[in-house]
């Protein structure tokens, strides 16, 4: 079913650094293969070239053979392919562009020519797989992160193709969601689709996949049994090893950060409803909840980018309503849940330089402890449009802690990063703390928030709730 023959691929403009280099790979019809691989190992480039997008799309220089279902790669345009394999991509926002949720799960399917009856017939079944019945209407512009990753997988499922390929499909989502997509492989399987999952979450997905494919710089470093594949994910450190947090108390300590009462509605409806909580000096304070529970709209207020319609926000005592989001960015600092969100300059170093050269403020010794710890060093010439995923999102940390904020905030801070680099920002969170800086942490990753958090709260409709311990929290965490 899939067939590729000593595949070399490299990039547009990297000087001819191959992504992919030597890679053979053979998956059978109605197979499971799950690829793992630390961030920038080329899981992602091989999405685009199972997909078409490589060559004909992206570009670049391919050397090798590609056939999938019988088909070569190369001579076939990704519209000619629409039948054969369907892409799901990392960023859900790079393929969905329909006006509503509905319209995106019958794009593909009327590109096809199916019959009306049959395309009503299969956006139900897939509404009610992936629970999106009562967001048919909505826009996916007015979705969150987790619920455009269920779009996207469910716009996927719906087409009548042989061939799945899927990129990080469980980043940005809660344990109810991920139980979805997981429920919703097994029905794939059975109707004897082939699968190919590019995954960091590897440890919910290893039952479900036939075989393992670990990636390293563009080859492969292991392949075998998904039952092998547990003890050398975790020697390579693909599976996270967190060291117990120890419990300390922040309720005495100044508070730097107060939210109260905040209400906001957007599109007619409610998102946050009388929401409040303090975040203090030095704390790591977690916040999680089910996709769409309004967490990400909650933190886009604590450095000015929405205003609420009720209720007041302070910084350090001092309330925040009026000031302009450039003001505030010395004093909060805020990572984005999409790192293209962030991007605004041609190169890595330019990226995190353009903050602290903007507050005449530059420690090169500290830049270069944060792009060291991040691991970035080797990636400070390259374009950050041109990086994966993760090492897109490593970046847009950096460029935040550049700034020196004494209050940072984090959005999904893990998604899209492989295990040791979760470790690593633990580390990194956990030396930031140390030296003073109060963390606010948005994350459905629970493992990190339990190795990283002092305190847990928990967003439900729009309601926070709190928890008196992280791991009480967390385990009682249903979403």
């Given at each position: 079913?899939?067939?590729?023959?000593?595949?070399?691929?490299?990039?547009?403009?990297?000087?001819?650094?191959?992504?992919?280099?030597?890679?053979?790979?053979?998956?059978?019809?109605?197979?499971?293969?799950?690829?793992?691989?630390?961030?920038?190992?080329?899981?992602?480039?091989?999405?685009?070239?199972?997909?078409?997008?490589?060559?004909?799309?992206?570009?670049?220089?391919?050397?090798?053979?590609?056939?999938?279902?019988?088909?070569?790669?190369?001579?076939?345009?990704?519209?000619?392919?629409?039948?054969?394999?369907?892409?799901?991509?990392?960023?859900?926002?790079?393929?969905?562009?329909?006006?509503?949720?509905?319209?995106?799960?019958?794009?593909?399917?009327?590109?096809?020519?199916?019959?009306?009856?049959?395309?009503?017939?299969?956006?139900?079944?897939?509404?009610?797989?992936?629970?999106?019945?009562?967001?048919?209407?909505?826009?996916?512009?007015?979705?969150?992160?987790?619920?455009?990753?269920?779009?996207?997988?469910?716009?996927?499922?719906?087409?009548?193709?042989?061939?799945?390929?899927?990129?990080?499909?469980?980043?940005?989502?809660?344990?109810?969601?991920?139980?979805?997509?997981?429920?919703?492989?097994?029905?794939?399987?059975?109707?004897?689709?082939?699968?190919?999952?590019?995954?960091?979450?590897?440890?919910?997905?290893?039952?479900?996949?036939?075989?393992?494919?670990?990636?390293?710089?563009?080859?492969?470093?292991?392949?075998?049994?998904?039952?092998?594949?547990?003890?050398?994910?975790?020697?390579?450190?693909?599976?996270?090893?967190?060291?117990?947090?120890?419990?300390?108390?922040?309720?005495?300590?100044?508070?730097?950060?107060?939210?109260?009462?905040?209400?906001?509605?957007?599109?007619?409806?409610?998102?946050?409803?009388?929401?409040?909580?303090?975040?203090?000096?030095?704390?790591?304070?977690?916040?999680l909840g089910p996709n769409g529970a309004g967490k990400?709209?909650?933190?886009?207020?604590?450095?000015?980018?929405?205003?609420?319609?009720?209720?007041?926000?302070?910084?350090?005592?001092?309330?925040?309503?009026?000031?302009?989001?450039?003001?505030?960015?010395?004093?909060?600092?805020?990572?984005?849940?999409?790192?293209?969100?962030?991007?605004?300059?041609?190169?890595?170093?330019?990226?995190?330089?353009?903050?602290?050269?903007?507050?005449k403020f530059c420690s090169p010794w500290k830049l270069?402890?944060?792009?060291?710890?991040?691991?970035?060093?080797?990636?400070?010439?390259?374009?950050?449009?041109?990086?994966?995923?993760?090492?897109?999102?490593?970046?847009?940390?950096?460029?935040?802690?550049?700034?020196?904020?004494?209050?940072?905030?984090?959005?999904?801070?893990?998604?899209?990063?492989?295990?040791?680099?979760?470790?690593?920002?633990?580390?990194?969170?956990?030396?930031?703390?140390?030296?003073?800086?109060?963390?606010?942490?948005?994350?459905?990753?629970?493992?990190?928030?339990?190795?990283?958090?002092?305190?847990?709260?928990?967003?439900?409709?729009?309601?926070?709730?709190?928890?008196?311990?992280?791991?009480?929290?967390?385990?009682?965490?249903?979403?």
């Amino acid at each position: 079913m899939i067939d590729l023959q000593h595949i070399q691929y490299s990039y547009p403009g990297s000087w001819g650094v191959p992504v992919l280099e030597g890679l053979d790979l053979k998956v059978r019809s109605g197979e499971t293969l799950m690829v793992a691989g630390a961030s920038g190992s080329g899981k992602s480039t091989l999405s685009f070239l199972l997909g078409g997008l490589i060559p004909h799309i992206l570009g670049g220089q391919l050397k090798g053979k590609a056939f999938l279902d019988n088909m070569d790669l190369s001579l076939h345009s990704p519209s000619e392919l629409l039948s054969h394999v369907g892409l799901v991509m990392q960023n859900a926002d790079a393929q969905l562009f329909n006006p509503t949720v509905q319209r995106e799960l019958a794009f593909g399917l009327e590109s096809l020519g199916l019959p009306e009856e049959e395309i009503l017939s299969r956006i139900e079944r897939a509404s009610q797989e992936f629970g999106l019945g009562h967001l048919l209407r909505r826009s996916p512009e007015d979705l969150s992160g987790g619920q455009k990753r269920l779009v996207g997988i469910a716009a996927s499922a719906c087409m009548p193709c042989p061939v799945m390929v899927l990129d990080e499909p469980l980043a940005h989502l809660d344990e109810i969601s991920v139980g979805k997509v997981k429920k919703a492989l097994r029905k794939l399987r059975s109707e004897g689709r082939t699968l190919l999952i590019a995954e960091h979450r590897v440890q919910a997905l290893l039952e479900e996949v036939d075989r393992c494919l670990i990636l390293e710089r563009g080859r492969v470093c292991f392949e075998g049994p998904a039952r092998q594949a547990r003890e050398e994910l975790a020697r390579i450190g693909l599976i996270p090893s967190y060291p117990p947090k120890p419990a300390r108390d922040f309720s005495r300590a100044q508070t730097v950060l107060e939210v109260r009462d905040l209400s906001k509605s957007l599109g007619g409806r409610l998102i946050l409803d009388n929401v409040g909580f303090r975040l203090h000096e030095g704390e790591i304070l977690a916040i999680l909840g089910p996709n769409g529970a309004g967490k990400t709209t909650l933190i886009r207020h604590l450095n000015g980018l929405l205003s609420p319609d009720r209720g007041q926000i302070f910084v350090r005592g001092e309330p925040i309503s009026g000031k302009d989001p450039s003001s505030l960015a010395p004093l909060v600092g805020m990572v984005f849940q999409n790192p293209n969100d962030q991007f605004f300059r041609s190169l890595v170093r330019e990226e995190i330089l353009a903050g602290p050269l903007a507050r005449k403020f530059c420690s090169p010794w500290k830049l270069g402890s944060i792009c060291e710890t991040l691991g970035l060093t080797s990636l400070l010439e390259r374009s950050p449009y041109r990086l994966s995923e993760g090492e897109k999102r490593r970046v847009a940390i950096a460029s935040v802690l550049a700034m020196g904020s004494g209050i940072l905030i984090l959005d999904e801070p893990t998604a899209g990063q492989d295990g040791r680099s979760r470790m690593e920002l633990a580390r990194l969170l956990s030396r930031l703390q140390e030296e003073g800086t109060s963390i606010l942490v948005v994350t459905h990753d629970r493992a990190f928030a339990r190795a990283v958090a002092d305190r847990c709260l928990e967003m439900q409709e729009g309601r926070m709730r709190p928890v008196s311990e992280i791991q009480d929290g967390l385990a009682s965490l249903r979403a």
